[in-house]
């Protein structure tokens, strides 16, 4: 199994950036993907952005494309979301995932506490 630990959420003005980093422990070994997932109040989780164990692939969703980038660092078995031109809809709480095997948009097995990220008009 993976423990996965999410920071570095916080309150920023719109237009400003926060770096979320999502560290991982226990069966790190295996070849595991990691992902972001975000979820505001009211509404569904959805998918964020993905990277593949090798830090080649990656995915986006739309709605963050050219603004998010996602990373991971393996000497640290840590994962980041450096997250930049911030805007009010992206207000949620944000949470890793990771599911050994290949990238994927949904299926993660193994899920952080969240982190919760506010953006002010």
């Known amino acids: 199994q993976v423990q996965l630990v999410e920071s570095g959420g916080g309150l920023v003005q719109a237009g400003g950036s926060l770096r979320l980093s999502c560290t991982a422990s226990?069966?790190?070994?295996?070849?595991?993907?990691m992902a972001w997932f975000r979820q505001a109040p009211g509404k569904e989780r959805e998918f964020v952005a993905a990277?593949?164990?090798?830090?080649?692939?990656?995915y986006y969703a739309d709605s963050v494309k050219g603004r998010f980038t996602i990373s991971r660092e393996y000497a640290k078995n840590t994962m980041y979301l450096q997250m930049n031109s911030l805007k009010p809809e992206d207000t949620a709480v944000y949470y890793c995932?990771?599911?050994?095997?290949?990238?994927?948009?949904?299926?993660?097995?193994?899920w952080g506490q969240g982190t919760q990220v506010t953006v002010s008009s």
């Open positions: 995932a990771a599911r050994y095997g290949s990238i994927s948009y949904a299926s993660y097995d193994y």
């Open positions: 226990g069966r790190t070994f295996s070849p595991y993907a």
């Open positions: 990277v593949a164990w090798s830090g080649g692939t990656t």
